[in-house]
């Protein structure tokens, strides 16, 4: 009996997160994939070198192991040891200039970028 629930809670809960997943991938219709990188760290306000992801804050600039970097203009909690970051961009324009605006996603968690 108790395997019969844990099958329930199991399917549900693999429902829950294909919904999540699905919910970042429908907001990125339209977008372009630019490419994929390994999240190594990142810094705190105060200097200290964190080498888990634990999401974005404004202003947070996120490290990845290709030393180059993006800098976070949303607010979202996670926490991951190295996830992939998978960076997306949309052309726009702004008046007559053309503009490029960025995503980021982590763990099917959507984040805006610079």
């Known amino acids: 009996m108790n395997k019969f629930f844990i099958g329930i809670l199991l399917a549900i809960a693999s429902i829950s997160a294909n919904a999540n997943f699905e919910s970042a991938w429908e907001q990125s219709v339209g977008w372009t994939i630019e490419s994929t990188k390994i999240i190594d760290s990142f810094e ?18 996120i490290n990845f192991r290709d030393n180059t970097f993006v800098t976070c203009n949303t607010n979202g909690y996670q926490y991951a040891y190295a996830p992939t970051a998978i960076l997306l961009s949309k052309q726009v324009s702004y008046g ?7 995503r980021m996603i982590v763990n099917n968690e959507m984040y805006g970028i610079q």
């Not at 705190?44 to 600039?61: I, K, L, M, N, T």
């Open 44 to 61: 705190h306000e105060d200097g200290r070198v964190e080498s888990a992801f634990q999401g974005c804050e404004v202003g947070r600039e």
């Open 96 to 102: 007559e200039k053309p503009a490029k605006i960025w």
